[in-house]
Nanobody, 118 residues
């Protein structure tokens, strides 16, 4: 099994910055990609940023130029700047990984709340 744990959420004023961290742990797994999704109240979960094992990144249009994803060795970070109230959401880290010969599986963390006050 792969465990995914996020940290770094909190309350910040609009225009401020916050850094989220995520660690995937376990044994015998290989990662294809990791990243962040978020879910605001009453809305569907949406992709925020993804980073592949090769370092390729992808961002939602709404966060381009403000958020930066980075990481390696089963750790991923999301540096968020110029935060807006509409960035308020629970942020979930995920990891797409294979355990041994098992099929590729997506593992999710429990989420960390980011609240941006106006």
């Amino acid at each position: 099994q792969v465990q995914v744990v996020e940290s770094g959420g909190g309350l910040v004023q609009a225009g401020g910055s916050l850094r989220l961290s995520c660690i995937a742990s376990g044994s015998g797994f290989s990662i294809r990609d990791m990243g962040w999704y978020r879910q605001a109240p009453g809305r569907e979960r949406e992709m925020v940023a993804i980073i592949t094992s090769g370092g390729t990144t992808n961002y939602a249009d709404s966060v381009k130029g403000r958020f930066i994803i980075s990481g390696d060795n089963a750790k991923v970070y999301l540096q968020m700047a110029s935060l807006k109230p509409e960035d308020t959401a629970v942020y979930y880290c995920y990891c797409n990984a294979r355990l041994g010969l098992r099929p590729q599986t997506t593992y999710w963390g429990k989420g960390t709340l980011v609240t941006v006050s106006s």
